[in-house]
Antibody
Framework: QVQLVESGGGVVQPVRSLTLSCAASGFPFSSYAIHWVRQAPGKGLEWVAGIWYDGYNKYYADSVKGRFTISRDNSKNTLYLQMNSLRAEDTAVYYC??????????????WGQGTLVTVSS | SYELTQPLSVSVALGQTARITCGGNNIVSKNVHWYQQKPGQAPALVIYRDTNRPSGIPERFSGSNSGNTATLTISRAQAGDEADYYCQVWASSSVVFGGGTKLTVL
């Protein structure tokens, strides 16, 4: 069955860096676009970044552009999110979510359980 | 940037029909997807491409899209349908979510 498992969350000080991982299984990882979506405590969903199946096309929300980098290693079935210059407002649960086989057409059909990132001094 | 507008909350009596709207400029030209999120859980896709249900989603869930408004309809509402619901589109090279609607089943 399709599984997405995030890891790497924790407490980090402002302006420091953190890297999240999302390990995928149960489907041909290299055929799907994958996204990071976050949710601040008590707030709604906010898209962070997306990467297409081959790793060449990457898209970012304005709120993280220039600070976060999305990448993937298709040989390891793993998605990454390198987060630099972290701010208090980056505190959230970070989910990875699989896009449809034709990216953007049919929604995000599988989600991980999320990993909590807390930015605090 | 493209914006999606949802009501903060919707209430429905048990067994009745709930409608959750999602407003956006000419949203009919976009593929709208809907997610259900229960407390402490990850979101789950309940409608994709305006009107389609993923496998395992009850027929009570349906969607429509016209003009500037997309609608998620939940028929014969059950207590287990209480959740937050989000609409989503792809616009301007971004995934865009609505602010979310809290559905209360009375």
């Amino acid at each position: 069955q399709v599984q997405l498992v995030e890891s790497g969350g924790g407490v980090v000080q402002p302006v420091r860096s953190l890297t999240l991982s999302c390990a995928a299984s149960g489907f041909p990882f290299s055929s799907y676009a994958i996204h990071w979506v976050r949710q601040a405590p008590g707030k709604g969903l906010e898209w962070v970044a997306g990467i297409w199946y081959d790793g060449y096309n990457k898209y970012y929300a304005d709120s993280v552009k220039g600070r976060f980098t999305i990448s993937r290693d298709n040989s390891k079935n793993t998605l990454y999110l390198q987060m630099n210059s972290l701010r208090a407002e980056d505190t959230a649960v970070y989910y990875c979510a699989r896009d449809s086989i034709v990216a953007t057409m049919s929604g995000l059909d599988y989600w991980g359980q999320g990993t909590l990132v807390t930015v605090s001094s | 940037s493209y914006e999606l507008t949802q009501p903060l909350s919707v209430s429905v009596a048990l067994g009745q029909t709930a409608r959750i709207t999602c407003g956006g400029n000419n949203i009919v030209s976009k593929n709208v997807h809907w997610y259900q999120q229960k407390p402490g859980q990850a979101p789950a896709l309940v409608i994709y491409r305006d009107t389609n249900r993923p496998s395992g989603i009850p027929e009570r869930f349906s969607g429509s899209n016209s003009g500037n408004t997309a609608t998620l309809t939940i028929s014969r509402a059950q207590a287990g349908d209480e959740a937050d619901y989000y609409c989503q589109v792809w616009a301007s090279s971004s995934v865009v979510f609505g602010g979310g609607t809290k559905l209360t089943v009375l």
